[in-house]
């Protein structure tokens, strides 16, 4: 037993309960976290299943439109058409920090504002089914971003929720019964040695009383 092994002092018991202290007040702590991130987490979670919708939907309808405009275009001209990009994207990266988490903040900016400014080519030669395409995936882009941004957050939340738990779960099962356990070993050991020491003065004390009459009687003889 772990009790055994520890040294039965006044200055012992002291440190224990300071520490038993200790961990009761990050326990509860580490509790709260858990909980905050595991409502964080499951909001997190509702986010990204609609927004995993919607990316899907709109990809899809892309992928639509991209093949009707191949059906009334030749592959000539699709390709051409698409082969140099006017828009350009800049992507920043930052993190935030939610509860010890740092999740990443994805921004981008684009060449110029114009939401139009996205067609690499004349309208001429090419359908209106691939300008369609084209502004449907201009406009799922945003979508796209956040849900990245969603699922590396849910990733990360994830494993620190299984971090704090696993600290909870030592806390409460182990850390905090055993420092009790040693507490009340302690405890009894020292009012164990407390009785023994009175009893022993006790004996010392009517030895003592013993010899003084004794001590008495002789001098009265």
Do not use: W
Not at 156 to 161: H, K, R
Not at 204 to 212: F, G, I, P, S, T
Request: overall charge neutral; charged content about 35%.
């Amino acid at each position: 037993m772990a009790s055994t092994q520890v040294n039965p002092t006044r200055m012992e018991l002291t440190r224990l309960k300071k520490k038993l202290v200790t961990a009761t007040r990050g326990h509860k702590l580490l509790k709260d976290k858990r909980d905050e991130l595991m409502r964080q987490f499951l909001d997190l979670v509702r986010e990204d299943m609609a927004l995993r919708k919607k990316v899907e939907a709109g990809i899809q309808d892309a992928n639509k439109n991209f093949v009707i405009a191949r059906a009334g275009m030749s592959e000539e001209i699709l390709h051409t058409s698409l082969m140099v990009p006017k828009q350009e994207v800049y992507l920043e990266v930052d993190k935030k920090n939610v509860m010890s988490v740092d999740v990443p903040v994805l921004e981008y900016k684009t060449r110029t504002a114009d939401e139009n400014d996205i067609y690499s080519y004349g309208f001429a030669f090419t359908s209106g089914d691939l300008d369609d395409a084209v502004k449907s995936l201009a406009d799922i882009l945003p979508d796209m971003l956040r849900l990245s941004e969603v699922e590396k957050a849910c990733q990360l939340m994830a494993s620190e929720i299984e971090k704090t738990r696993r600290r909870v779960n030592a806390l409460e099962h182990v850390i905090i019964p055993e420092t009790q356990k040693n507490i009340k070993y302690i405890t009894m050991k020292l009012d164990e040695n407390e009785r023994s020491t009175q009893i022993r003065l006790m004996k010392v004390k009517d030895m003592m009383l013993e010899q003084a009459h004794h001590y008495s009687e002789n001098a009265k003889a």
